[in-house]
């Protein structure tokens, strides 16, 4: 098959970036996305020119190093893929496809279609975790835990914390990716002596770092590779107000 | 120098506590003016990193990763095994320290199997901690599978996302104490050299990976948690930035490579489709828990899977290894699809797998079960074949995807450069010939978090009058020309072979010959190989762009520099070790029904292979003692 991409070109945060064009041929169906991108790069690799920079990494869905727009949608046509998932099958004999990066103030352009999502580690490091020292741990199987709230809180730990519901987002809001954190940990037994300090944290992070307010569009569950659920955000305001409530101070 | 593998004192199950007892530990005080660098933040490198810091240490972490939470642990699947018997089914340490070392066909070091086996128990205790979603019974306590290699359920798991759950955790703990300022992290940073100063391991040479900046970094103590190298395979289960590369400059500075043949080809990925492909999926071995394998008996079959009744399969592994069935160790596994697929009996376009299927565990259990067992990974097989595996059988095929081989390293975790330590699939001593399924995310962890903490400190207690290491020495001076030499050598050729192209092709030498089934004529041809690979890939290698910035082609040439180093290695070591053990399958020592044949008496050894300037390697033997089990044929039959 053959198709045209359209793919964006920038040197680094502080150029301008632009759409350049280049015409495919000789594509099978059963390609993934990126391996098109790897023979783009090899042919250009051969001409001496410079190579179309983009993350990837485990190629198969859960590392959540690639990104990439495709024809305005995160991570490509099909809901709850990663770009890295996406096959040429998804596309047509001619299409054009635009291929662009993630898109956020809070994600700036390293070079080409890499982005530096930074902002994501810094809303973890104000409190996306249990102070629990390595060998502090009491025994296992000392607090059960109903198996449906195991489970409810795998959903949420699931995020691959790829950014694609920011890239989604028209606020750029990192809500999703927030409260799916801020959710795993409350639900859990073990999470919940710190929930109200994490919460708060949390969340003035997320502004600092500059992400959006969430104005429940919804979007960002959509294309969540790890179909988090819109209740997450539900959720991480109950605990916010739960947190204001409960202030100790 | 000699190996001296520094195994305490004492009976098997008191060599930990008795080394523990009595190991030199470090004053908190002290503990501020030491510097660890750790190189990977993943299970291992990143447990190690959150371990050391909330102890106290200046930990400097470094990853090529944009976050640590992208390190490839976090694709591991299936499990963890731990000796808890939850399921009063029998199991104990010490049938766990047995398993595995039956598993690994007596080829690992007996004191450190024992120990992982030991902290395997706290380890569980640990993630629960951290807050990992672990599987639950409907009582509210933990859950367990069981996995390939043994006869008990002492797999824990959090749906077919285990890595990733473990992974979060230490993650999670190391943003803590990046918080606290404890741990400083370097992400999108490539090791290019490691500094030894006077005999010592005292820092490394970084890349910049966005800047391209060459960057001198000094410590105390180095670790290196740098996971395995099946990439070298070019089509494997790893990441497409997984390399070896740290380990073997490491080596060529002074550290042994232990084993380094033993690469696990696991028999459950997805199959190859075509030219153009980059990476072989995973599926987990867990799905073997309730997927039959098979392949049709008529050798050129055309019927679709489900037209083709009872009579006409053939269930290899229920027929070959009755007691195990289709739970027999990976190697095993692997070795039984290969000689399917080679008498003709592949499935597929190209006849390149094997059928997995859930027919009958989905008319026993029914589908919601199977889905919430396996949910996600018949999704992720659905994304990447566009067939639902509910309906009809997955098609899989052997696949690179673990080094049992590494570093060479002692009981302390340290290689044969003082000072620098190994964790992880970095190193070797655990698995011995084959590892055994989930225990790669136990042993990463428990590397990390539990016996390096503990073993460092032995070394470092002698580091407390140091003073700061400098990095402005000759010895840094050196270590970072030579880099930058390096680098700029590779921009210079501007041939016409891309890096990706010579690195598929070296892939295929691997595959073909130092992979599931080894002889003496196939090894001897494939280091001739190699070599001329390499010539042709310093003569023509193409790498456009320049080294001032993020430069993909340039790291991926850089890596594979070093693979076409190691490859060669590996099959030096292959050809030295004229027997059959776990993974490594010498088609000239085998039993008359196809079995592996170990000679216990030349190879009852680990192989440590030191450098020597050129393509020249001296092997050291570390002999490996078996003081409370006695080495049997392995038979899962």
Same mark, same amino acid.
């Given at each position: 098959?053959?198709?045209?991409?359209?793919?964006?070109?920038?040197?680094?945060?502080?150029?301008?970036?632009?759409?350049?064009?280049?015409?495919?041929?000789?594509?099978?169906?059963?390609?993934?996305?990126?391996?098109?991108?790897?023979?783009?790069?090899?042919?250009?690799?051969?001409?001496?020119?410079?190579?179309?920079?983009?993350?990837?990494?485990? !190629?198969?869905?859960?590392?959540?190093?690639? /990104?990439?727009?495709?024809?305005? @949608? &995160?991570? $490509?046509?099909? #809901?709850?893929? +990663?770009?890295?998932?996406?096959?040429?099958?998804?596309?047509?004999?001619?299409?054009?496809?635009?291929?662009?990066?993630?898109?956020?103030?809070?994600?700036?352009?390293? !070079?080409?279609?890499?982005?530096?999502?930074? /902002?994501?580690?810094?809303?973890? @490091? &104000?409190? $996306?975790?249990? #102070?629990?020292? +390595?060998?502090?741990?009491?025994?296992?199987?000392?607090?059960?835990?109903?198996?449906?709230?195991?489970?409810?809180?795998?959903?949420?730990?699931?995020?691959?914390?790829?950014?694609?519901?920011?890239?989604?987002?028209?606020?750029?809001?990192?809500?999703?990716?927030?409260?799916?954190?801020? #959710?795993?940990?409350?639900?859990?037994?073990?999470?919940?002596?710190?929930?109200?300090?994490?919460?708060?944290?949390?969340?003035?992070?997320?502004?600092?770092?500059?992400?959006?307010?969430?104005?429940?569009?919804?979007?960002?569950?959509?294309?969540?590779?790890?179909?988090?659920?819109?209740?997450?955000?539900?959720?991480?305001?109950?605990?916010?107000?739960?947190?204001?409530?409960?202030?100790?101070? | 120098?000699?190996?001296?593998?520094?195994?305490?004192?004492?009976?098997?199950?008191?060599?930990?506590?008795?080394?523990?007892?009595?190991?030199?530990?470090?004053?908190?005080?002290?503990?501020?003016?030491?510097?660890?660098?750790?190189?990977?933040?993943?299970?291992?490198?990143?447990?190690?990193?959150?371990?050391?810091?909330?102890?106290?240490?200046?930990?400097?972490?470094?990853?090529?990763?944009?976050?640590?939470?992208?390190?490839?642990?976090?694709?591991?699947?299936?499990?963890?095994?731990?000796?808890?018997?939850?399921?009063?089914?029998?199991?104990?340490?010490?049938?766990?320290?047995?398993?595995?070392?039956?598993?690994?066909?007596?080829?690992?070091?007996?004191?450190?199997?024992?120990?992982?086996?030991?902290?395997?128990?706290?380890?569980?205790?640990?993630?629960?901690?951290?807050?990992?979603?672990?599987?639950?019974?409907?009582?509210?306590?933990?859950?367990?599978?069981?996995?390939?290699?043994?006869?008990?359920?002492?797999?824990?798991?959090?749906?077919?996302?285990?890595?990733?759950?473990?992974?979060?955790?230490?993650?999670?703990?190391?943003?803590?104490?990046?918080?606290?300022?404890?741990?400083?992290?370097?992400?999108?940073?490539?090791?290019?050299?490691?500094?030894?100063?006077?005999?010592?391991?005292?820092?490394?040479?970084?890349?910049?990976?966005?800047?391209?900046?060459?960057?001198?970094?000094?410590?105390?103590?180095?670790?290196?948690?740098?996971?395995?190298?099946?990439?070298?395979?070019?089509?494997?289960?790893?990441?497409?930035?997984?390399?070896?590369?740290?380990?073997?400059?490491?080596?060529?500075?002074?550290?042994?490579?232990?084993?380094?043949?033993?690469?696990?080809?696991?028999?459950?990925?997805?199959?190859?489709?075509?030219?153009?492909?980059?990476?072989?999926?995973?599926?987990?071995?867990?799905?073997?828990?309730?997927?039959?394998?098979?392949?049709?008996?008529?050798?050129?079959?055309?019927?679709?899977?489900?037209?083709?009744?009872?009579?006409?399969?053939?269930?290899?592994?229920?027929?070959?290894?009755?007691?195990?069935?289709?739970?027999?160790?990976?190697?095993?596994?692997?070795?039984?699809?290969?000689?399917?697929?080679?008498?003709?009996?592949?499935?597929?376009?190209?006849?390149?797998?094997?059928?997995?299927?859930?027919?009958?565990?989905?008319?026993?259990?029914?589908?919601?079960?199977?889905?919430?067992?396996?949910?996600?990974?018949?999704?992720?097989?659905?994304?990447?074949?566009?067939?639902?595996?509910?309906?009809?059988?997955?098609?899989?095929?052997?696949?690179?995807?673990?080094?049992?081989?590494?570093?060479?390293?002692?009981?302390?975790?340290?290689?044969?450069?003082?000072?620098?330590?190994?964790?992880?699939?970095?190193?070797?001593?655990?698995?011995?010939?084959?590892?055994?399924?989930?225990?790669?995310?136990?042993?990463?962890?428990?590397?990390?978090?539990?016996?390096?903490?503990?073993?460092?400190?032995?070394?470092?207690?002698?580091?407390?009058?140091?003073?700061?290491?400098?990095?402005?020495?000759?010895?840094?001076?050196?270590?970072?020309?030579?880099?930058?030499?390096?680098?700029?050598?590779?921009?210079?050729?501007?041939?016409?072979?891309?890096?990706?192209?010579?690195?598929?092709?070296?892939?295929?030498?691997?595959?073909?010959?130092?992979?599931?089934?080894?002889?003496?004529?196939?090894?001897?041809?494939?280091?001739?190989?190699?070599?001329?690979?390499?010539?042709?890939?310093?003569?023509?290698?193409?790498?456009?762009?320049?080294?001032?910035?993020?430069?993909?082609?340039?790291?991926?040439?850089?890596?594979?520099?070093?693979?076409?180093?190691?490859?060669?290695?590996?099959?030096?070591?292959?050809?030295?070790?004229?027997?059959?053990?776990?993974?490594?399958?010498?088609?000239?020592?085998?039993?008359?029904?196809?079995?592996?044949?170990?000679?216990?008496?030349?190879?009852?050894?680990?192989?440590?292979?030191?450098?020597?300037?050129?393509?020249?390697?001296?092997?050291?033997?570390?002999?490996?003692?078996?003081?409370?089990?006695?080495?049997?044929?392995?038979?899962?039959?």
């Amino acid at each position: 098959m053959k198709l045209t991409l359209k793919i964006w070109r920038q040197e680094n945060a502080k150029t301008k970036g632009k759409m350049v064009t280049y015409e495919m041929s000789d594509l099978s169906q059963d390609m993934s996305f990126l391996e098109m991108l790897d023979v783009l790069n090899q042919s250009l690799a051969i001409k001496g020119e410079r190579v179309i920079e983009f993350d990837h990494d485990c !190629r198969e869905g859960i590392c959540g190093q690639c /990104s990439l727009v495709i024809n305005g @949608q &995160a991570h $490509g046509p099909e #809901s709850h893929y +990663t770009t890295c998932q996406t096959h040429l099958r998804s596309f047509k004999d001619g299409d054009t496809l635009y291929i662009e990066p993630f898109r956020a103030n809070s994600f700036p352009v390293i !070079r080409d279609l890499k982005v530096d999502r930074s /902002s994501m580690d810094k809303i973890i @490091q &104000a409190g $996306g975790y249990i #102070s629990s020292f +390595t060998g502090m741990a009491p025994e296992a199987n000392a607090i059960p835990i109903h198996h449906d709230i195991a489970e409810s809180a795998f959903d949420s730990a699931a995020c691959i914390g790829c950014g694609a519901c920011v890239a989604t987002c028209k606020n750029s809001s990192a809500a999703l990716f927030v409260s799916a954190k801020i #959710s795993h940990l409350a639900k859990l037994p073990q999470g919940k002596v710190e929930r109200e300090e994490r919460v708060q944290w949390m969340i003035n992070a997320h502004d600092e770092e500059g992400f959006g307010s969430c104005t429940n569009t919804g979007a960002c569950a959509m294309v969540c590779p790890q179909e988090v659920q819109l209740i997450d955000i539900t959720r991480m305001n109950f605990e916010y107000n739960r947190a204001l409530c409960h202030s100790k101070e | 120098m000699a190996l001296n593998a520094k195994i305490p004192e004492g009976p098997l199950k008191d060599k930990w506590q008795n080394y523990l007892a009595k190991t030199h530990i470090v004053n908190p005080a002290n503990r501020k003016k030491l510097d660890i660098i750790v190189v990977g933040g993943g299970l291992s490198g990143g447990g190690a990193a959150a371990s050391l810091a909330e102890l106290g240490y200046n930990v400097k972490v470094f990853f090529f990763q944009d976050s640590a939470r992208r390190s490839h642990s976090v694709a591991a699947q299936g499990g963890v095994n731990a000796a808890k018997n939850y399921k009063n089914d029998g199991d104990n340490v010490y049938r766990m320290f047995y398993d595995t070392i039956k598993g690994g066909d007596f080829r690992s070091r007996e004191a450190n199997v024992y120990r992982m086996s030991e902290v395997s128990v706290d380890l569980i205790d640990h993630m629960v901690a951290q807050g990992v979603p672990f599987g639950r019974e409907y009582s509210g306590y933990l859950s367990n599978r069981s996995f390939g290699g043994v006869l008990v359920s002492r797999t824990f798991y959090a749906r077919g996302q285990t890595g990733q759950q473990l992974l979060m955790a230490t993650y999670q703990a190391m943003m803590k104490q990046v918080k606290v300022g404890t741990l400083k992290q370097y992400k999108r940073h490539e090791i290019l050299d490691i500094v030894i100063v006077n005999g010592k391991a005292r820092g490394i040479i970084a890349r910049d990976l966005d800047t391209g900046k060459i960057e001198r970094h000094a410590a105390h103590a180095v670790v290196f948690g740098t996971g395995g190298f099946g990439k070298i395979f070019y089509l494997s289960t790893l990441a497409m930035n997984s390399n070896g590369s740290a380990n073997w400059r490491a080596h060529k500075k002074g550290a042994y490579f232990a084993n380094p043949s033993w690469t696990q080809i696991h028999p459950t990925a997805l199959p190859q489709a075509g030219e153009h492909q980059s990476k072989l999926t995973l599926m987990s071995e867990s799905l073997r828990n309730d997927g039959r394998i098979w392949v049709p008996k008529k050798k050129d079959e055309t019927r679709a899977p489900g037209d083709i009744p009872d009579e006409d399969r053939d269930y290899y592994l229920e027929r070959r290894y009755p007691a195990f069935g289709n739970l027999v160790p990976r190697d095993v596994a692997s070795r039984a699809a290969k000689e399917r697929m080679d008498a003709g009996h592949g499935v597929g376009p190209l006849k390149n797998a094997v059928y997995l299927d859930f027919k009958t565990a989905i008319e026993k259990l029914g589908v919601d079960t199977i889905r919430e067992r396996y949910g996600n990974l018949f999704t992720m097989y659905e994304k990447i074949t566009a067939i639902n595996a509910y309906k009809e059988p997955m098609k899989i095929s052997p696949a690179a995807h673990f080094s049992m081989g590494g570093l060479w390293v002692d009981y302390e975790l340290q290689t044969s450069i003082p000072g620098l330590f190994a964790v992880g699939e970095a190193n070797f001593a655990d698995h011995g010939a084959n590892r055994l399924g989930a225990n790669s995310l136990l042993q990463a962890s428990v590397d990390g978090n539990f016996i390096l903490p503990n073993t460092i400190s032995n070394y470092l207690s002698n580091e407390i009058r140091a003073g700061k290491i400098s990095t402005d020495t000759p010895e840094f001076e050196e270590a970072e020309k030579a880099v930058k030499e390096q680098v700029e050598k590779l921009l210079a050729i501007k041939g016409t072979m891309p890096v990706d192209k010579i690195h598929r092709r070296l892939g295929k030498i691997m595959f073909k010959e130092v992979a599931m089934s080894r002889n003496e004529k196939g090894l001897k041809w494939a280091i001739e190989e190699i070599k001329k690979l390499r010539k042709e890939f310093w003569e023509n290698v193409a790498v456009s762009g320049d080294q001032n910035g993020p430069n993909s082609e340039l790291e991926k040439a850089g890596r594979l520099a070093d693979y076409l180093e190691i490859a060669e290695l590996m099959a030096v070591d292959a050809l030295n070790r004229k027997e059959s053990c776990g993974a490594h399958f010498r088609e000239d020592f085998q039993t008359e029904d196809g079995e592996a044949m170990r000679d216990d008496k030349n190879f009852m050894y680990s192989s440590a292979w030191e450098w020597e300037n050129g393509d020249n390697w001296k092997l050291h033997k570390e002999p490996l003692e078996f003081t409370e089990v006695k080495p049997t044929v392995r038979s899962y039959k």
